[in-house]
């Protein structure tokens, strides 16, 4: 693995924050992640530090993973953190450009980080998914590898206070064989989201959730919106953000002019 210095710090950043929080991580399937040439990685997104866990997985095997990471966030020290790290922006006005990039970065034998929800899952479950990830991994010709992340909710997502003390929480990560890039993007899809169902239900089999507990899905006995409900809340915060925004640009005429 080529030495890159600021992800290398981040790497010990990250490890230290783990061992403050005394996080208890368990990995599954760690010799899944290749060593050598391009993959997608396909995730699950549960919880906005999942990323953190994705990392070091990748670290674990000699890999720095790249992330696909908003575009508005390429500015000021973020914008610097994901330059030196080779984040690929994603604009969704300028999706194909996002895209190609993505593609090419898998040519060029990286690590790519997916995740074919798009958004967190209000409901832990897993949600509909996106085709990105097959799409590139059939572009590039190169493996897709499952891969699910459990536990790391009850850290820090949406709907639910964060817990960044000392808890010493459980983490179950469970990584899939890669499956070849083969049939069509749908198909391939289908079968992604399968093989991460099956993970995440074992990742779930043997952990302690306590009944009635908001982290814990509506299926196991907690109080997680269903995903029916999680995505009614998904479209009223979507048309909260149109209407906000709708809001500011409506005022910037009324600025420039002086009113």
Same mark, same amino acid.
Do not use: C, P, S, T
């Given at each position: 693995?080529?030495?890159?210095?600021?992800f290398d710090v981040l790497t010990g950043l990250v490890r230290t924050?783990? %061992?403050?929080?005394?996080?208890r991580i368990t990995i599954e399937g760690q010799e899944h992640i290749p060593r050598a040439g391009g993959a997608v990685l396909a995730v699950n997104h549960t919880a906005y530090l999942d990323f953190m866990e994705v990392g070091l997985v990748g670290r674990n095997s000699g890999r720095n993973v790249r992330y696909?990471?908003?575009a508005e966030l390429e500015h000021g020290i973020v914008g610097w953190l994901m330059k030196q790290c080779k984040a690929i922006g994603v604009d969704r006005s300028a999706g194909a450009q996002s895209?190609? %990039?993505a593609v090419t970065s898998l040519r060029d034998g990286e690590i790519v980080v997916v995740y074919p929800e798009a958004t967190i899952s209000r409901s832990f479950e897993l949600k509909e998914f996106k085709s990105g990830a097959a799409r590139m991994a059939l572009e590039a010709d190169v493996p897709i590898v499952p891969m699910v992340i459990w536990g790391a909710q009850r850290v820090w997502t949406k709907d639910i206070p964060k817990q960044l003390g000392r808890h010493r929480f459980p983490i179950d990560i469970r990584i899939g064989a890669p499956i070849p890039p083969h049939e069509s993007a749908d198909t391939l899809t289908a079968e992604l989201r399968s093989s991460m169902e099956q993970l995440l239900h074992h990742a779930q089999q043997n952990f302690v959730m306590p009944p009635g507990?908001?982290?814990v899905p509506s299926r196991l006995g907690g109080t997680a919106p269903t995903l029916d409900r999680a995505a009614v809340i998904e479209q009223e915060e979507l048309a909260r953000r149109r209407a906000a925004a709708q809001r500011r640009a409506d005022q910037q005429p009324r600025r420039a002019s002086g009113e």
């Open positions: 693995m080529a030495r890159e210095l600021v924050i783990f %061992r403050v929080q005394g996080l696909m990471m908003k895209y190609e %990039r507990a908001r982290w």
